[in-house]
């Protein structure tokens, strides 16, 4: 099993960024796919990005070039930081862990966490 909490989240105007973490329990971190989803209201989760044990990431176009999703393995942490923020990314952002096939296929991720709200203000 494990476990996930995320933080870091809040309110922020538009144009600026945040980090985000999200602290896993368990002895095999290193080796999960380790993903960031968000849900905004009245719309379905959606992938934000992920990264694999390996280091290969993948980012949804709509944060590419603004989002960077790590991991620190020592700290069983992985982050994601968020820069050049717009109102459209204020969404609830949850932590997922699994191995994946397809790395944006909410489906297919085994753990979650309960998730952390980000509100970007015009």
């Known amino acids: 099993q494990v476990q996930l909490v995320e933080s870091g989240g809040g309110v922020v105007q538009a144009g600026g960024s945040l980090r985000l973490s999200c602290a896993a329990s368990?002895?095999?971190?290193?080796?999960?796919?380790m993903a960031w989803f968000r849900q905004a209201p009245g719309k379905e989760r959606e992938f934000v990005a992920a990264?694999?044990?390996?280091?290969?990431?993948y980012y949804a176009d709509s944060v590419k070039g603004r989002f960077t999703i790590s991991r620190d393995n020592a700290k069983n942490t992985v982050y994601l930081q968020m820069n050049s923020l717009k109102p459209e990314d204020t969404a609830n952002y949850f932590c997922?862990?699994?191995?994946?096939?397809?790395?944006?296929?909410?489906?297919?991720?085994?753990?979650w966490g309960q998730g952390t709200q980000v509100t970007v203000s015009s």
């Open positions: 368990g002895r095999t971190f290193s080796s999960y796919t």
């Open positions: 990264m694999r044990w390996s280091d290969l990431t």
């Open positions: 997922a862990a699994g191995s994946p096939r397809m790395m944006l296929r909410l489906s297919e991720y085994d753990f």
